[in-house]
């Protein structure tokens, strides 16, 4: 098994372009969580997905953000318009019984 | 709400000396999971850990021990011999038993800087 697989590993972009962060989970595991990482407030639960049915969206910070997940395999998390303060490390998780799985993570700078 | 402190933000010890990690949880449930985390420099997650509510046995890995106790909601975590390669950031973690996924909350982290 690979893993959690996160894209881009690093994005660069320019304040207020578009940004689409991707996340495959693991084969088999009904729940997908997205977490946001800075210096100041840590390690923030945004949103979670449980069977690809949105289950607390409460973390999401502003409706610049937005994650869909279409199916078991594929979510994605999208910041319109980006801006600077959005800069962080962005990791998506899997879980099945056994335990949390997390990808990579995605640095986001947003310049 | 769940919650989990670290109050220790940074730690410095010198290689062989024994450390210890303090978690401090609360929660309403009766049923969680605890866990650790190590994120080294790289900055991936490395899984731990994992304790169930109803298993207060305390675990020993390698140089790796955890101290569970309901009585005083702590979760903490020893490591013996320290050594450089252990320089990371930790993360204890909670995750309470929901009926819809179970969503998983982080302490802000204990940077342990060990020295040669």
């Known amino acids: 098994d690979a893993g959690v697989i996160q894209s881009p590993r690093h994005e660069v972009t320019e304040m207020g372009q578009e940004v689409t962060l991707r996340c495959k989970p693991i084969s088999g595991h009904n729940s997908l969580f997205w977490y946001r990482q800075t210096m100041m407030r840590g390690l923030e639960l945004l949103i979670y997905f449980n069977n690809n049915v949105p289950i607390d969206d409460s973390g999401m910070p502003e409706d610049r953000f937005s994650a869909k997940m279409p199916n078991a395999s594929f979510s994605t998390l999208k910041i319109q318009p980006s801006e600077p303060r959005d800069s962080a490390v962005y990791f998506c998780?899997?879980?099945?019984?056994?335990?949390?799985?997390f990808g990579s993570g995605t640095r986001l700078t947003v310049v | 709400a769940q919650k989990v402190t670290q109050a220790q933000t940074e730690i410095s010890v010198v290689e062989k000396e024994d450390v210890t990690l303090d978690c401090v949880y609360e929660?309403?449930?009766?049923?969680?999971?605890l866990f650790w985390y190590k994120q080294p420099p790289s900055g991936e997650l490395v899984f731990l850990i994992r304790?169930?509510?109803?298993?207060?046995q305390n675990e020993i890995s390698g140089r790796y021990s955890w101290n569970f106790q309901k009585s005083t909601s702590s979760f903490n975590f020893t490591i013996t011999a320290s050594q450089v390669v252990d320089s990371a950031v930790y993360f204890c973690a909670l995750s309470e038993a929901k009926e819809y996924g179970n969503k998983l909350v982080f302490g802000a982290g204990t940077i342990l800087r060990v020295k040669s």
């Open positions: 929660t309403r449930d009766t049923t969680y999971y």
């Open positions: 304790r169930n509510s109803f298993d207060e």
């Open positions: 998780a899997s879980f099945a019984g056994a335990g949390y799985t």
